[in-house]
């Protein structure tokens, strides 16, 4: 009886224990509220990372506009200057046909898009005014100079080609208008171009705004110093007149942009993308993404440009992942919850349980894989994708040299040059970062393979065979031959381009041992210092400056990763006097493996 009652105390015991270990404890509520946490983290983190990144994107957009709207001026300003320069050449004036001859050289459509024309304005006293009109009715007998004005002083245009679109602009006084006259006798006084403020061009039938850019030029062909004698030694000026329309589409087209842009001159619009007929591509946005206001100081005037993303930005650049990441979490912290009740309700049945709780641990562990493989798959994507903005951007500077090489400062081109060696930089390092995160993605079987035949190839590719020698065995290894061969063109591509000469000696080595082959790749170069063995083994790791040596500093990674996913070992040999040597065992065993093509 004794041992009865004691047996079922026992077992009250045990249930109660199974009770309590099956209800929700406090520790349950702490997982599943710092579940909840991290799924609302990495919705946060993704989400800022996104908007950071398309904020990026937008403020390149928005950059890449003002940029483009002031080199586009700059190349408008020097048209004017060649035509101050040519009329200097011929003696400070120039006659219709001459002008005609100057303007039609420049190829004004194809060359000079947005720009309304070419032309040129005399500065006139009165009693100039009646020699003046006599001069220019030779040519054409209908010149004459309008609107009348009180002014002390006559600014009338005289020349304006093409002379079809821009008739009505023949013979007009700029003086009779203060925006007008106030700006070329700024242009007049400081030597330098200048512009007008918003004005409505004679020759616009729609009457929409538009500028004028004058470039001054005096007598002798040079400007003198002072303003006095600015003023008293001013011929005229050469001019362009512009459509702000004309100047924005011809600037700006709609098609290669997906921000909207407003520009106005002190308060008063000079263009707006709502005032031009588009295409869908570039519709405004309600509640745009992105937003900013900039300014740029140009030929005396400060314009002010409104910029806000446009449906197309959304379109393109709208992402769902922060959703799905909060959806998928909460959903998954859902799961974890009513896994905790279950199992509350379960105690009874946890020994019939156990089975399926292996099932489910199995499950996961399958899960942890597909999320391995996964994340790999992201890392192979991510630099893939990384190639695309790289190679516009190679793309863009490869237009600049075309549209501007003749007339960018020798700083500038330098400039270029740099920027081009570091977009080819970045392509070694993306291209290096692609083949680190392939290891372990495509198998290959073992073949026969002919070590030295294989060393001349890579010394061959990489274009240093008359330069270095490299002796290799010329003995047949059963290996995986793709892995085998990034292992050595790594190898000798280090030793290659850190060697301190022009011309050196690479040597491999190949032993077999009862495991494994025992390789050893050594040159004779400057070596590695001991101590910085380690540090050349991690990923971008360089020994020079990266602007004196032409890699990602990936290689020695790659080489590691490589031989140590098939099994073996690498490790840099110490203690040598000359050179750098290189260890490598590599086993017999799983032949059947994967590596990166």
């Not at 208008?177 to 020759?203: C, F, Y």
């Not at 790791?541 to 990936?554: C, I, N, Y």
Request: proline share 4%.
């Amino acid at each position: 009886m004794t041992d009865m009652k004691t047996a079922d105390v026992k077992t009250s015991e045990i249930r109660q224990e199974l009770i309590r270990r099956g209800s929700i404890h406090w520790l349950h509520w702490l997982v599943v509220v710092l579940s909840i946490l991290l799924t609302i983290g990495a919705w946060y983190i993704s989400s800022s990372q996104i908007a950071l990144k398309n904020q990026e994107k937008f403020n390149r957009q928005a950059d890449q506009v003002l940029e483009l709207v002031d080199e586009r001026m700059h190349l408008y300003e020097h048209a004017l200057w060649g035509g101050v320069a040519f009329i200097d050449a011929n003696g400070s004036t120039v006659s219709y046909r001459q002008w005609l001859a100057y303007s039609n050289s420049l190829n004004i459509d194809e060359a000079y898009p947005g720009i309304n024309g070419v032309g040129v304005i005399y500065n006139l006293q009165p009693d100039e005014a009646p020699a003046f009109l006599r001069g220019q009715r030779l040519e054409r007998p209908g010149f004459a100079i309008h609107p009348q004005h009180q002014k002390s002083e006559f600014w009338p245009i005289t020349y304006i080609e093409p002379a079809g679109p821009n008739a009505k602009a023949v013979g007009l006084d700029i003086a009779f208008e203060a925006n007008r006259h106030t700006s070329v006798q700024k242009a007049r006084d400081t030597g330098i171009a200048q512009m007008t403020g918003p004005i409505t061009l004679v020759q616009d039938a729609k009457q929409t705004p538009g500028f004028l850019l004058y470039a001054p030029f005096y007598k002798n062909g040079e400007k003198p110093e002072s303003v006095q004698a600015r003023r008293d030694n001013i011929i005229g000026v050469t001019y362009a007149p512009f459509i702000m329309s004309k100047l924005m589409l011809g600037t700006l087209a709609s098609a290669n942009r997906e921000v909207r842009i407003d520009i106005s001159d002190n308060g008063t619009e000079l263009y707006s993308d709502a005032s031009v007929e588009f295409g869908s591509e570039n519709l405004r946005d309600e509640q745009p993404m992105f937003s900013k206001t900039s300014s740029i100081e140009i030929y005396g005037r400060t314009w002010q440009f409104d910029i806000e993303a446009s449906q197309s930005f959304r379109a393109a650049h709208s992402s769902s992942q922060p959703i799905w990441i909060l959806v998928g979490g909460l959903v998954i912290d859902a799961m974890l919850f009513g896994l905790f009740v279950f199992l509350s309700r379960a105690n009874r049945a946890a020994l019939r349980y156990a089975d399926q709780m292996t099932a489910k641990m199995q499950e996961k562990s399958v899960r942890l894989e597909k999320s391995n493989h996964d994340l790999e798959q992201f890392s192979y994507i991510a630099s893939h994708d990384l190639k695309a903005p790289l190679n516009s951007i190679r793309q863009v500077i490869g237009w600049i040299e075309e549209d501007c090489g003749d007339v960018l400062p020798d700083e500038s081109k330098e400039h270029i040059s740099l920027l081009k060696n570091r977009c080819q930089r970045m392509t070694k390092l993306l291209k290096d970062l692609l083949e680190y995160s392939q290891v372990g993605r495509t198998e290959f079987a073992s073949e026969q393979v002919a070590l030295g035949e294989m060393c001349d190839d890579i010394n061959f590719l990489l274009g240093a065979d008359k330069n270095f020698v490299i002796a290799a065995p010329e003995l047949p290894v059963i290996i995986q031959r793709n892995p085998l061969e990034i292992v050595l063109r790594n190898l000798i591509s280090n030793a290659i381009k850190h060697h301190d000469k022009q011309r050196g000696s690479i040597t491999v080595t190949c032993e077999t041992s009862a495991k494994g082959y025992l390789m050893k790749v050594s040159d004779d170069g400057p070596g590695i210092p001991e101590e910085l063995h380690a540090k050349a083994l991690e990923m971008f790791q360089t020994l020079k400056p990266r602007d004196q040596v032409e890699g990602s500093g990936m290689g020695l990674a790659l080489v590691k990763k490589i031989v140590e996913h098939h099994g073996g070992t690498f490790e840099i040999e110490r203690g040598r006097e000359i050179g750098a040597g290189f260890s490598i065992f590599w086993p017999f065993e799983n032949q059947q493996t994967s590596i990166a093509a």
